[in-house]
């Protein structure tokens, strides 16, 4: 016997497992006779369906090539997988199976639900992309037909819903097809009724129309667990992904939490304005080196990212599209908590993530109605992942041309600031100007955007660089209020404590973004660098600034604290690299200009230098 694999990739397996070197249309022809009602297709037909985008004549002349190579592969066996005749082509059923035989068989309908729910999540022919448009419909109506048997299986199976183990089973199969069809109500009904109803208490729309969800804020400014009806939503919906929690330690807690995020993900499933990505596929993008490239791929908008610790469950609620982690929060999950509290925990995690969900929604579509500008300054915010000049001035020219796509788009006005004190830094020259420049574009920023933390984020890194630390304080101190998980401003906020010598707030602050954001960019470490400079903690400055990908801009600090511990080496090496990229350096102009809110800053900072040998 020959076994044909349909789902995942498309095979012909021996017996004995061992692959069989198949020609590709081969494979595609055996399951397009296979899945049709009639073992028997005339060479016309096959001809057409494998090569309709020829003219009729080459296609019939294809067709006799490839059943040519299929008589030199089959030549050995004692069956054949086919009948050729002059005018057909006919499968033998009684040497070939294959995968497809799970929707026709019989068994129990828990039996049957669970088979086709666990061929369905691979995917029909998922390795191969169709060479002809013939062949892509034929495969999209095979999904669609699978799907709507996925759909009856269940059906079928609710009423065995009371016995062992039947819930999850049923619960799997809902959510792979709320994923695929996130509007199937009859479905969704059925899921939240099998979880015990929804924490979200949703009121469901009136009529056809699909609606968004928001959670309105009370006068005093505390959350309702009411999400109402609103307008009606994009066609296209923005797609969550739940990721399974990974945790350094295997224990019997991550079982358990593994169960928690399934209940948050069935829970939010209550959301008319999200698609959820099922839990299988979910496993799959944790598991892929790939990942961000997996998940742009998918179309997901939404990550939430968790992981498993001894201090409990950390989950963070990550906006794929800029990577801006919008929420985070932490669960004890002690295990004599754990059991009893588990409903609790996930109702509690399923309203933090709807109510930011409904509250970033605005921005998404903001953002995504100005793709062009969008786009533009996607790629100038990729490029301040670095900080050199060139890096810098090619993503200013990316803010700039966002900007003529969309004149009032706010968030380009932000990093067109961020572009002007990065300048200034780099450069070390005291341009004023460059300050004057970004202090606009940031003003700019807000006056589009008052609720936007990135605006006097961005005001209150120039205001700093300035010599305006108070006010530098104040405006960083509002941007967290704004967006308290957003790793960027934390990290700014704590920049300026370091200046307002305030080191020891600052350290404390900057490991609260490293938490939040743990593939910490260079800014972060360099900043830690600088707070444990003030602490007079100069190995651990110098551990930050090794962590650097790019340490070009550390090298003055790294120089200080190694001269302070008196590796000269070390100093003399990180002050001949500094000295490289800006051999102009001036140390009493420099600390001239960079302020410093008490004078022993200052004094530390240029002894340091100084016994590095600028």
């Avoid at 742009?296 to 968790?306: E, G, K, M, N, Q």
Wanted: aromatic content about 6%; some cysteine.
């Amino acid at each position: 016997m020959l076994h044909l694999q349909t789902f995942g990739d498309l095979r012909l397996i021996e017996t004995n497992g061992d692959p069989v070197r198949y020609p590709i249309k081969g494979l595609l022809m055996m399951a397009h006779i296979y899945a049709g009602a009639s073992q028997e297709l005339s060479r016309y037909e096959l001809a057409q369906f494998l090569w309709n985008d020829v003219e009729a004549d080459l296609a019939r002349l294809n067709l006799r090539k490839l059943l040519s190579r299929i008589r030199e592969t089959d030549g050995g066996r004692a069956e054949m997988p086919f009948d050729f005749t002059a005018t057909t082509v006919r499968l033998n059923t009684q040497v070939v199976s294959s995968d497809l035989d799970i929707f026709r068989a019989g068994g129990s309908p828990l039996e049957r639900l669970n088979a086709i729910a666990e061929l369905t999540q691979r995917g029909f022919i998922g390795n191969i992309k169709p060479a002809t448009k013939l062949i892509d419909a034929w495969i999209r109506a095979q999904r669609d037909a699978q799907a709507l048997q996925l759909r009856q299986a269940l059906l079928d199976a609710l009423p065995d819903a009371q016995k062992p183990g039947a819930a999850r089973t049923i619960s799997s199969a809902a959510l792979q097809i709320l994923e695929r069809d996130p509007n199937d109500e009859q479905v969704r009904a059925l899921l939240h009724r099998l979880s015990g109803g929804s924490s979200l208490n949703e009121r469901l729309p009136n009529g056809d129309d699909h609606a968004r969800v928001q959670v309105k804020r009370s006068e005093t400014g505390e959350t309702p667990a009411d999400i109402e009806r609103i307008s009606p939503m994009p066609l296209i919906l923005p797609r969550l992904v739940l990721l399974p929690p990974t945790s350094k330690h295997a224990d019997a807690g991550l079982a358990l939490a593994n169960a928690l995020i399934e209940d948050v993900t069935i829970e939010l499933c209550a959301l008319r304005n999200i698609s959820i990505v099922a839990p299988h596929t979910a496993g799959q993008i944790r598991r892929d080196s790939e990942k961000a490239a997996v998940v742009a791929r998918h179309s997901i908008a939404y990550l939430l990212d968790t992981k498993l610790s001894e201090e409990g469950l950390f989950a963070q609620l990550v906006y794929f599209p800029t990577d801006e982690i919008i929420w985070a929060n932490r669960f004890a999950m002690t295990p004599h908590i754990l059991p009893r509290q588990r409903r609790l925990i996930a109702q509690q995690l399923t309203m933090s993530v709807a109510r930011e969900l409904a509250e970033n929604e605005e921005e998404r579509l903001r953002f995504e109605a100005n793709p062009e500008a969008y786009h533009a300054y996607l790629v100038g915010s990729s490029l301040m992942s670095k900080l050199t000049l060139p890096h810098i001035r090619r993503a200013r020219k990316a803010f700039k041309q966002s900007l003529s796509h969309k004149a009032d788009f706010s968030p380009s006005f932000t990093g067109l600031a961020r572009t002007f004190t990065s300048e200034w830094l780099v450069t070390a020259q005291g341009n004023n100007e460059l300050l004057h420049l970004a202090e606009q574009n940031a003003l700019l920023a807000i006056e589009r955007d008052p609720a936007s933390a990135a605006g006097h984020r961005e005001l209150g890194v120039t205001k700093l660089y300035l010599g305006d630390v108070d006010a530098s304080v104040a405006a960083l101190h509002l941007a967290e209020e704004l967006s308290p998980h957003f790793a960027d401003v934390i990290y700014s906020h704590a920049d300026t404590l370091v200046h307002a010598s305030r080191p020891g707030d600052a350290l404390a602050k900057i490991k609260k973004a490293i938490l939040l954001n743990p593939i910490a960019p260079d800014a972060y470490l360099w900043c830690a660098a600088g707070a444990s400079f003030f602490l007079e903690q100069y190995e651990e400055a110098i551990a930050y600034v090794e962590a650097m990908k790019d340490k070009a801009p550390a090298h003055r600090i790294a120089a200080a604290s190694c001269a302070m511990i008196g590796d000269r080496k070390r100093a003399l090496f990180h002050r001949q690299r500094a000295e490289s990229i800006n051999p102009v350096f001036d140390v009493e102009k420099w600390l001239a200009i960079v302020p410093f809110k008490e004078h022993w800053q200052k004094e530390l900072y240029r002894e340091g230098l100084l016994k590095a040998g600028f």
